[in-house]
């Protein structure tokens, strides 16, 4: 009899190390995830939602012109960085939390920061470093170093080739293109911008020229290209395909933001094109979007997005990055916060100083999980299995999750906390690989023996921080109403310094 009740213990024990879970009635069933509820991210796209927060670094001729928009007709020698470090460059974006940075590689004027074989505006005919040096390889170098991905930003518009708007152009933009998605290792996101056509030097003809956004640059072929040479690399613009514009440059999504979304063009019977949808869609997104086509949100430390002298009194405080950051990250988007590179060639110690002071109050926040120690407590939880179990909302691993049974579309999650607990963020989010199936969720705090709602909001998505006035509890409860069953992975507690 003693042997027969080893074996069976060593048979549970086997299914259970294989992932089985055993249900009453049902032993040795294995329980399913649900089902994905609409459009779901790529696996590129996942990669990129675990960045969050990374920089964008505009430099070229306007640096040096104190412009923000060239017009195409500088000198290469215009550029020339007096005291360039990429570490210093770099090492900033590194020790403020970025998670990677986009370098505009070439902007509206045409310059280019790398020697481009396919012209002559280019580092390579500047008295930077004796035509030498390599802005954009320097960069990527740096980032290898520090551990942080590496990004590119090229203009689709041109104010300096003499070709701009016609199909000669379009071939070089994809020659320059190849060149910056083979030669500098990975990229993560491609920055495709949606100003296009208008004044500019265009080889000395100083004239306007205009093109048909929707069907000039052959997107469809570019995208395919780029999927080619870099699968893992994001495309941002107004219509994606991988992230969409936020439709401001004021540091904030919108409340809702959803992660799916569907550009409509802003000119009926034109396709949608960058610089050619309604682009304030993109604050909120669509909650039934066609596409997983997540926000980004794009703001500079600065007035501008260039380096000028008469801006360094003007750096965005730490306390209002921290605004941003709640605004943008804590809404389920990206945060891509632009720090440009002086004359020097350096991160001014203005901005230095306000990313500094930015990090260290987002480390204090973060620093304690005031949920830990917590039980966990749900409503329902999928076939009872531990897979998906409650407190996996608590192992700060996003690849585990809650999920409740099918058709059960209501639920509510219940923290009891070890001790008396004050409060005033909580960060949450949902599993994104089955999609975003949640459509509002609230927050109640347990006082004098009732439930008291303290906050409430539509989306979660990639994340989601509430941030408010301090709560005081023993017990918080999450409540939740959405399509399908709701597919939870952190539910996280912290107090601000």
């Known amino acids: 009899m003693k042997t027969r009740r080893t074996l069976a213990t060593l048979a549970v024990l086997s299914l259970l190390s294989l992932g089985a879970c055993i249900i009453s009635g049902e032993p ?203 699968p893992m690399a994001c495309m941002f613009s107004d219509v994606g395909p991988d992230i969409r514009w936020v439709g401001n440059e004021r540091g904030y999504a919108g409340d809702p933001c959803w992660a799916t979304y569907t550009p409509h063009s802003k000119i009926p019977g034109k396709a949608p094109a960058p610089g050619l949808v309604r682009f304030k869609e993109g604050l909120h997104g669509h909650r039934h979007g066609k596409y997983w086509m997540p926000a980004e949100v794009d703001v500079s430390i600065r007035p501008g997005w260039f380096y000028h002298p008469s801006q360094d009194s003007k750096v965005k405080s730490p306390q209002t990055l921290v605004k941003i950051y709640f605004q943008s990250v804590g809404r389920g988007a990206s945060l891509l916060l632009n720090v440009p590179p002086d004359r020097r060639g350096r991160i001014h110690e203005q901005d230095v100083k306000s990313l500094m002071g930015f990090r260290r109050i987002l480390d204090r926040i973060f620093e304690k999980d005031l949920a830990r120690g917590a039980r966990v407590i749900a409503s329902n939880v999928r076939g009872n299995s531990p897979r998906f179990a409650p407190e996996n909302v608590l192992d700060q691993d996003r690849d585990t999750y809650w999920c409740c049974d099918d058709g059960v579309t209501a639920p509510a999650l219940e923290l009891r906390l070890p001790r008396k607990t004050t409060f005033d963020v909580v960060d949450l989010r949902e599993y994104l690989p089955l999609g975003q199936r949640i459509d509002t969720w609230a927050l109640d705090a347990w006082k004098e023996g009732k439930w008291v709602e303290f906050a409430k909001g539509e989306a979660i998505g990639n994340r989601r921080l509430w941030r408010g006035g301090p709560v005081t509890t023993t017990r918080v409860r999450l409540r939740l109403t959405g399509p399908v069953c709701p597919a939870l992975s952190d539910f996280h507690l912290y107090k601000q310094p």
């Open 28 to 230: 040795g069933k294995r329980i399913s995830p649900p089902k994905p509820y609409g459009p779901v991210p790529s696996p590129r796209q996942l990669a990129w939602h675990k960045l969050e927060f990374y920089g964008f670094f505009h430099t070229t001729v306007n640096t040096f012109t104190d412009k923000e928009w060239g017009y195409g007709d500088e000198s290469p020698d215009v550029f020339n960085p007096t005291d360039f470090d990429p570490d210093q460059i770099v090492g900033t974006a590194k020790a403020a939390g970025m998670k990677g940075v986009i370098l505009t590689a070439k902007h509206h004027d045409g310059f280019c920061l790398w020697p481009s074989k396919y012209t002559k505006h280019s580092v390579k005919y500047s008295k930077w470093m004796n035509g030498k040096g390599d802005f954009v390889g320097a960069i990527a170098r740096s980032c290898r170093k520090f551990g942080l991905k590496f990004g590119i930003y090229l203009s689709p518009w041109d104010r300096n080739h003499p070709d701009y708007g016609r199909p000669a152009y379009v071939t070089y933009y994809k020659n320059q293109l190849r060149e910056l998605l083979t030669n500098y290792g990975p990229v993560f996101e491609i920055w495709f911008d949606g100003a296009n056509g208008g004044t500019g030097y265009y080889g000395g003809a100083r004239e306007r020229r205009t093109i048909d956004r929707s069907t000039y640059y052959g997107w469809p072929k570019i995208w395919a290209m780029v999927r080619r040479l870099q």
